[in-house]
Nanobody, 128 residues
């Protein structure tokens, strides 16, 4: 059964850090790209970052470039999103999902409809 499960969310102060995990089962990371997305209340789901299956190339939304880092551990079949210098506007439910082979080379705002096997999400709240 194909499944992804997110974890690691929580409450953090502005400027703080969190590491999110996306544990995959039923498929291997070598064959699929994994994307991280977020959705704030009243807003559309937006792409945040992606790591390709074939060559582990990475992509970031402009809003998180330089603050977030995506990585993967093939032995654990898990993808991570290290988030630093967090801002209140990073507050959202964060999701991971999969896409075939390589991350889509289009605007991150157009990623969501292309991905499948979504997890249940993990809440990230940045507040003092």
């Amino acid at each position: 059964q194909v499944q992804v499960v997110e974890s690691g969310g929580g409450l953090v102060q502005p400027g703080g850090s969190l590491r999110l995990s996306c544990a995959a089962s039923g498929f291997t990371l070598d064959d699929y790209a994994i994307g991280w997305f977020r959705q704030a209340p009243g807003k559309e789901r937006e792409g945040v970052s992606c790591i390709s299956g074939l060559d582990a190339s990475t992509y970031y939304a402009d809003s998180v470039q330089g603050r977030f880092t995506i990585s993967r551990d093939n032995a654990k079949n898990t993808v991570y999103l290290q988030m630093s210098s967090l801002k209140p506007e990073d507050t959202a439910v964060y999701y991971c999902a999969r896409y075939r082979d390589l991350c889509p080379v289009i605007a991150t705002t157009r990623w969501a409809p292309l991905f499948d096997s979504w997890g249940q999400g993990t809440q990230v709240t940045v507040s003092s």
